[in-house]
């Protein structure tokens, strides 16, 4: 037996948040799937918190550091990255949330389990968002996804010091070891 489940357009998603079905969960939108996010634990907040005011520290008013806010891409999904570094200026997202063309990359930070980062690696891919970075609270390892051919990362690059910068914005230095202080 093949069981067949219930696909959900953005548009779809979008009404039963307005009609306050979904309240009091914390859901993303992922391929057509509603998914449950998992409960952020107190690493994870310390981190994102931690690593957006460095962000911001760094880049000023070049972007918008965006955290745990949805982004919208193609194919139904409306994920939750845990920072999008995002165009400027912020008025853009008035009406809307972050689209592909407006993201420079996206940060994930992971403390238990690297699974679902994989379907957000492929999603991001597709999407053509430039690069995304996995803070891996485990191994304290940033991993970098670059490279974008074909809809397909070709680049994976694990580091625990130094410096790395980001595509968008090479002239900046980003402190690895400052990530994860």
Request: charged fraction near 25%.
């Amino acid at each position: 037996m093949t069981l067949i489940t219930a696909k959900w357009s953005l548009n779809d998603y979008h009404q039963m948040i307005e009609s306050g079905l979904l309240a009091e969960r914390s859901l993303e939108l992922i391929n057509g799937e509603i998914i449950e996010m998992s409960p952020e634990g107190i690493a994870h907040s310390f981190y994102c918190r931690g690593t957006a005011k460095y962000l911001r520290s760094l880049l000023g008013n070049r972007a918008e550091i965006s955290e745990a806010h949805p982004i919208t891409l193609p194919n139904d999904s409306e994920p939750e990255p845990d920072i999008a570094i995002v165009r400027t200026p912020d008025t853009l997202y008035q009406t809307r949330h972050p689209f592909p063309e407006d993201i420079f990359w996206l940060i994930e930070i992971a403390n238990t389990t690297l699974v679902k980062l994989g379907v957000k690696r492929d999603l991001y891919a597709f999407a053509g968002i430039p690069e995304y970075w996995v803070m891996n609270l485990q191994t304290l390892e940033l991993v970098v996804f670059r490279d974008l051919i074909d809809n397909e990362y070709r680049s994976e690059i694990c580091l625990s010091s130094g410096t790395i910068s980001s595509l968008a914005f090479p002239e900046i230095p980003i402190d690895i070891s400052r990530l994860f202080r």
